[in-house]
């Protein structure tokens, strides 16, 4: 093999692995931000995976993101716990949820974001 391909294979090996420690500590922290926000909120959370419906999306779906079940003029519904939201009297921690919420789905577009360099890496290592 020719020593620079040898030495660039190397290197990515090297950050595939960095990838894949980032990665793991990432999902440490997605689990126990989920658990945090679950904390705050004093009904049953159930976790989607949502299709944000644009065409082509590679990275459909997305989240899973924190949502109630609701019942509204006689059907259940999805609620969304984000944007939108109005937290039910009684809901002490609002702040601090917006807030939580907000660092779990930037974990999440960073975990994305990792794994979307993995493949690419694979692919350039010719491994995928
Ligand atoms: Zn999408």
């Known amino acids: 093999m020719v020593p620079d391909l040898q030495r660039l294979q190397t290197a990515f090996v090297r950050r595939l692995e960095a990838y894949a420690r980032e990665m793991a500590s990432l999902e440490r922290q997605i689990q126990e931000t989920r658990e945090a926000l679950e904390g705050l909120v004093p009904m049953p959370v159930h976790w989607r995976r949502v299709r944000c419906?644009?065409?082509?999306?590679?990275?459909?779906?997305h989240g899973p993101y924190p949502y109630l079940r609701v019942k509204?003029?006689?059907k259940w519904r999805w609620q969304y716990l984000g944007k939108g939201w109005q937290p039910p009297e009684g809901f002490a921690q609002a702040g601090e949820f917006r807030a939580l919420l907000a660092h779990y789905r930037r974990l999440l577009e960073?975990?994305?974001a990792l794994r979307e360099e993995v493949a690419e890496l694979?692919?350039?290592l010719g491994v995928a």
């Open 53 to 61: 419906g644009k065409r082509a999306c590679r990275r459909c779906p």
């Open 72 to 74: 509204k003029d006689g």
């Open 110 to 112: 960073r975990l994305v």
């Open 122 to 124: 694979k692919r350039k």
